[in-house]
Every structure is written in C-alpha cells, then in structure tokens.
Nanobody
Framework: QVQLVESGGGLVQAGGSLRLSCAAS????????MGWFRQAPGKEREFVVA????????TYADSVKGRFTISRDNTKNTVFLQMNSLKPEDTAVYYC???????????????????WGQGTQVTVSS
C-alpha cells in the first residue's frame, strides 16, 4: 500500500506559478513510480506528467511541456510539480498517483496507477 497526500494548490492569475507536492508513505519510495493527473469540471481525468523511480525518466503531456516540471526527492518521499506560465485551461483538481515498480519506467495512463491521492484544486483566473 502507498498513501499519498497532495498539497500546494490554490488560486493564481494567468501567467503565474504554483508548486504542488505529493508526500508518499507506506513503501520504499525509490520503488514507486509517480504521476500527476488532472480533472476539470465536466471533463475526464487526463494525464499531466510522470516520473520514474529514480527521477531521471520523465514524460509530459503536450499541453504542459515547457511549462510544468516534475521532480522527486527520494530522501523526503515527495514528488513535486512546478507549474509555470499557468493558463485558465490548467484549472482542475490535480491528483498524484503511484505504482510500485522495480524497473525505471514511466507510465502515462490512469489504469497503470493503483494508488491515488485525494486531489488538490488549482484555479487559474484570466
């Protein structure tokens, strides 16, 4: 089992920045691949970004490339999502997700992740 707690959401103006954190517990964090997904009102949950167990493998949705950066600190059992140049269309509930792994691989679909946080709201005003 992996327990996840997100933090760092809030209200920001377009062009601004936010940094989300996701703290994990329950497993050796270096054996956990992580991902961020988001869900806007009336829309399906969508992939945002993922990172492998060691942190040197990442993959991004095209909509956030060049604006968002994922990183992880395995000594603090935490993954971070730095979001810059935010747009109103980035408004959503952001969820972190986890998968126990023993290879350094990234995963882009929600079905790949059995463990989810409760979500944190990000609202970008125009």
């Amino acid at each position: 089992q992996v327990q996840l707690v997100e933090s760092g959401g809030g209200l920001v103006q377009a062009g601004g920045s936010l940094r989300l954190s996701c703290a994990a517990s329950g497993r050796t964090f270096s054996n956990v691949a992580m991902g961020w997904f988001r869900q806007a009102p009336g829309k399906e949950r969508e992939f945002v970004v993922a990172i492998g167990r060691s942190g040197d493998s990442t993959t991004y949705a095209d909509s956030v490339k060049g604006r968002f950066t994922i990183s992880r600190d395995n000594t603090k059992n935490t993954v971070f999502l730095q979001m810059n140049s935010l747009k109103p269309e980035d408004t959503a509930v952001y969820y972190c997700a986890a998968r126990i792994v023993y290879i350094n691989r990234v995963y882009r679909t929600s079905n790949d992740y059995p463990y989810w946080g409760q979500g944190t709201q990000v609202t970008v005003s125009s």
